[in-house]
């Protein structure tokens, strides 16, 4: 017993109070919600404790892993994870008219989960490799080593999963030192090329497009998931109605409400009060994430937790627009709040590389 504690003391001394109290609070809002949303499925309820168990397991193993070893595993696992996308788009099982999974007899799994970690790894491995030499080829590079998956998880069809992954690798080479000049060029091509990315889009993405700009017209179809949303946060007022009291919940008028329409749950349950506290919770997880990106002594460091606090900040973002009405619906969820353990686990494991980012600073001197 007492190697036991002893074991356990070490393993959690890398640990950021901070980063582990915030999340804690976070999921204990989530498991209130999902209990609510869920109409208290023991099924699901015991699912989510489940998942939280293991991801917060996840993130205590990954927060006493040292950087210097971190930095080692990006280049194997980006190339495991483009050679799985490469297998999901020759051998992937098809669901709901998308080929995103990947099925090997004992487990399914999608790689593009995969590819949320990696990637940024991999460039961070990349840029402190070359810190001393940095050019625009390896900026050139960089931008290859992120066309590569985001070409291929964009050919699933999945777009939601495509543009946060864009997203993030965009932030690891702005963060590297990407010059203004080049981001703003990228940004005139990107709005000179839109009419060409609407034609090359399916129907029903075109469809979520336009259901942002009158969700009326198709009222009972592609229009559904944002009238029933908005109605729910909307008619929670101030202070909401009240845990488990929402209509909008209660009466199964929410879709897909303990995944990616969470928000919805809350926001008719806790009203606009709560929607501030949820806000202020993420928010300061990024803050505390970007104080240790600014802490962090070395190249590789700094670019990971950086990056993984803006990728917190983009889901939340884009969770919330969708859910509220004022960005198209692209199947993002809200992190550490909505059901589902390999976005859980992903997130969390995540907020461990950013402990031990902050945890290990004299090991990643050396």
Do not use: C
């Amino acid at each position: 017993m007492p190697r036991t504690s002893h074991w356990l003391l070490r393993g959690l001394r890398h640990v950021d109070g901070i980063l582990l109290t915030l999340a804690l609070l976070v999921l204990g809002i989530s498991l209130a919600v999902v209990t609510s949303a869920s109409g208290q499925s023991p099924v699901r309820i015991s699912g989510h404790l489940v998942n939280i168990g293991l991801a917060l397991a996840v993130m205590v193993l990954m927060a006493n892993v040292p950087p210097h070893l971190l930095s080692k595993v990006g280049p194997p696992l980006y190339a495991a994870g483009v050679v799985l996308l490469v297998g999901v788009a020759l051998f992937g099982e098809i669901r709901n008219g998308a080929r995103r999974w990947l099925d090997l007899g004992f487990i399914a799994f999608q790689p593009s989960e995969l590819l949320k970690l990696a990637l940024p790894l991999m460039l961070a491995w990349y840029f402190q490799r070359n810190e001393a030499v940095l050019r625009a080829k390896h900026f050139m590079v960089g931008g290859i080593l992120l066309l590569v998956p985001f070409l291929l998880i964009l050919r699933q069809p999945d777009l939601g999963t495509a543009l946060m992954l864009g997203a993030s690798g965009f932030y690891l080479l702005f963060f590297a030192g990407l010059p203004w000049k080049v981001i703003l060029g990228g940004a005139t091509l990107g709005a000179a090329s839109l009419p060409v990315v609407w034609g090359l889009m399916h129907d029903y993405q075109q469809r979520r497009v336009l259901m942002l700009l009158d969700p009326a017209s198709d009222p009972l179809g592609a229009g559904y998931h944002i009238i029933q949303s908005t109605i729910a946060i909307g008619s929670g007022g101030l202070f909401g109605k009240g845990w488990m009291q929402g209509t909008q919940n209660q009466l199964d008028f929410i879709p897909e409400r303990t995944t990616d329409f969470i928000y919805a749950v809350f926001g008719e349950e806790f009203g606009y009060a709560g929607a501030i506290l949820l806000v202020g919770l993420y928010l300061a997880i990024v803050a505390r994430g970007l104080v240790i990106a600014a802490r962090a002594p070395t190249l590789f460091g700094r670019l990971m937790a950086a990056t993984l606090s803006l990728n917190l900040f983009t889901y939340v973002f884009v969770n919330m627009g969708m859910v509220s009405g004022i960005l198209p619906v692209v199947g993002v969820p809200l992190p550490l709040m909505s059901y589902g353990g390999t976005a859980l686990v992903t997130l969390l494991l995540g907020m461990g590389i950013l402990m031990s980012v902050a945890t290990h600073r004299q090991l990643n001197k050396s």
